[in-house]
Nanobody
Framework: QVQFVESGGGLVQPGGSLRLSCAAS????????MGWYRQAPGKQRELVAT???????NYADSVKGRFTISRDNAKNTVYLQMNSLKPEDTAVYYC?????????WGQGTQVTVSS
């Protein structure tokens, strides 16, 4: 079964940037529509960006214009470039294939935006 490992989180000041990476263990990754999700304390998990295998991209309104999702199928990796970060972006970020409930979730990577 394909597995995903997220990395790149950390503590950043408001207005700063981070680039998250999500490495997949298998080449079947290429057929998935990949999503970046986030979950803040006490809140439900939120889908923030998607990238289909055909190249279509969508963003949640809350991150549109600030976040950029990309993928490198040769490296089995999907990225999330986050700019102009706000305190409300603080959350654990996860990547997961859309609609693949049998695929385990990774550990996520913590992003904290604070001065």
């Amino acid at each position: 079964q394909v597995q995903f490992v997220e990395s790149g989180g950390g503590l950043v000041q408001p207005g700063g940037s981070l680039r998250l990476s999500c490495a997949a263990s298998g080449s079947i990754f290429t057929i998935y529509t990949m999503g970046w999700y986030r979950q803040a304390p006490g809140k439900q998990r939120e889908l923030v960006a998607t990238f289909t295998s055909g190249g279509s991209i969508n963003y949640a309104d809350s991150v549109k214009g600030r976040f950029t999702i990309s993928r490198d199928n040769a490296k089995n990796t999907v990225y999330l470039q986050m700019n102009s970060l706000k305190p409300e972006d603080t959350a654990v970020y996860y990547c997961h294939p859309i609609g693949q409930s049998r695929v385990d979730w990774g550990q996520g990577t913590q992003v904290t935006v604070s001065s």
